[in-house]
């Protein structure tokens, strides 16, 4: 009897480690919540030697690292991400550009950098912050920004894609030639995004009916708190969302996305015209477009 209830227990252990990932995630914040970090480490770690996607809880566990001050351990956690996620992620080489960067490794900073804009980074945001100012005069560091400028693909045809929209609907970016384009990368649970949205619909009020659109790409995984969201606040420009993970959106990769929000503006002929564009900019640049 003893035997079968401790297979009964062990395989009950397994099977809740093997749990929605939703529901690993929000145990892990509960233990935070709690104060107990180290308790939330334990967890991460058995989920990573049970789960199929080590590559998932190791972020977890890299963030838990990082916010407990355990840089060491951050930057082999990091290592070891980078290996596991096949050594092609934008969000890779930036993670360990800004470790070696807190560890006063130089050389190993650029290099993660240049790997980055290699990669496809498109963001001038991850190196253009004050913490990066110890690499802003070394030899190689404004041919980086140059190369991530250049990945922002600006007068070059915007990637096309077709998504499904939260009513079933499918839209095509190429079927949208003859008017001009806002692509919009967010989430609900992304407040910078969320402070966005009074400026958009100011924007979709006044120029949609001059051939001006928003195409809303979501990367919550939520559909249901997606849904009440758009009901909620009036969103009037249509929005799609594949439902999957920060990093597994297709759109969201074919775009690079590595932070949200971000914005691309696409012209008439369905050329990338402008990238993130800041709140004051956005109305000459759409006029501009659309005048064109």
């Not at 566990?61 to 092609?88: F, H, N, P, T």
């Not at 080489?93 to 980074?121: F, H, I, P, Y």
Request: hydrophobic share 40%; glycine share 6%; proline share 2%.
């Amino acid at each position: 009897m003893k035997q079968w209830l401790f297979v009964l227990l062990f395989f009950s252990a397994i099977f809740f480690l093997l749990a929605d990932k939703v529901e690993n995630s929000e145990r892990i914040r509960e233990l935070l919540k709690a104060g107990k970090m180290e308790n939330a480490l334990t967890f991460t770690e058995k989920c990573i030697s049970h789960s199929e996607d080590k590559e998932f809880y190791l972020g977890w566990k890299l963030e838990l690292l990082k916010m407990s001050k355990q840089m060491d351990r951050a930057l082999d956690c990091a290592l070891i991400l980078e290996e596991v996620s096949g050594g092609k992620k934008v969000s890779s080489a930036c993670t360990l550009a800004e470790l070696n960067l807190q560890k006063g490794n130089r050389s190993e900073t650029l290099k993660w950098m240049a790997r980055a804009a290699d990669r496809g980074l498109k963001d001038l945001r991850f190196f253009g912050e004050e913490k990066w100012d110890a690499v802003k005069k070394e030899l190689g560091y404004q041919a980086i920004l140059r190369r991530i400028r250049d990945n922002q693909g600006i007068g070059r045809p915007a990637p096309v894609f077709t998504v499904q929209l939260l009513n079933g609907e499918n839209l095509n970016l190429a079927g949208m030639r003859g008017k001009v384009v806002l692509i919009d990368f967010w989430a609900t649970w992304c407040n910078p995004c969320i402070k966005t949205i009074p400026a958009l619909k100011e924007y979709y009020q006044k120029f949609n009916g001059k051939g001006f659109e928003i195409i809303g790409v979501s990367l919550d995984r939520d559909l249901k708190t997606l849904k009440e969201f758009m009901v909620k606040e009036k969103i009037p420009w249509p929005v799609s969302c594949s439902g999957r993970e920060w990093g597994q959106d297709q759109t969201a990769q074919l775009y690079s996305v590595e932070m949200i929000p971000v914005t691309f503006l696409v012209d008439k002929k369905g050329s990338l015209r402008f990238y993130n564009l800041k709140k004051d900019e956005f109305q000459q640049a759409i006029q501009t477009l659309l005048e064109e």
